[in-house]
Nanobody, 120 residues
Framework: QVQLVESGGDLVQPGGSLRLSCVAS????????MAWYRQAPGKKRELVAG???????NYADSVKGRFAISRDNAKNTVYLQMYSLKPEDTAVYYC??????????????WGQGTQVTVSS
């Protein structure tokens, strides 16, 4: 089986920084697109940032210039570096990945989420 495990969520003051990590484990051939989503209480889950297998990136307008997504293919890991955090960034952050498995089929996976709270 394939698992995505996030880490790095924490309580941080406004203006602070955090780095989230997500590691994929299990049996698979490769990881295609990876992304971070977030869901705040009472709101829909939204895309924060995505990164393709070749390194191309895209960001939600609300985080452009403050967040940076990156990946280490050798470690099957995607990161989300967050700067200048605001209270409205408070949410559960989820990792998502398209993973190529046996039989050359691509499956979409979600992590369990990590809580980020921005508060003074």
């Amino acid at each position: 089986q394939v698992q995505l495990v996030e880490s790095g969520g924490d309580l941080v003051q406004p203006g602070g920084s955090l780095r989230l990590s997500c590691v994929a484990s299990g049996t698979f051939f490769s990881i295609n697109a990876m992304a971070w989503y977030r869901q705040a209480p009472g709101k829909k889950r939204e895309l924060v940032a995505g990164i393709g297998s070749g390194g191309s990136t895209n960001y939600a307008d609300s985080v452009k210039g403050r967040f940076a997504i990156s990946r280490d293919n050798a470690k099957n890991t995607v990161y989300l570096q967050m700067y200048s955090l605001k209270p409205e960034d408070t949410a559960v952050y989820y990792c998502n990945a398209d993973i190529l498995r046996v039989g050359m089929t691509t499956w979409n996976y979600w992590g369990q989420g990590t809580q980020v709270t921005v508060s003074s």
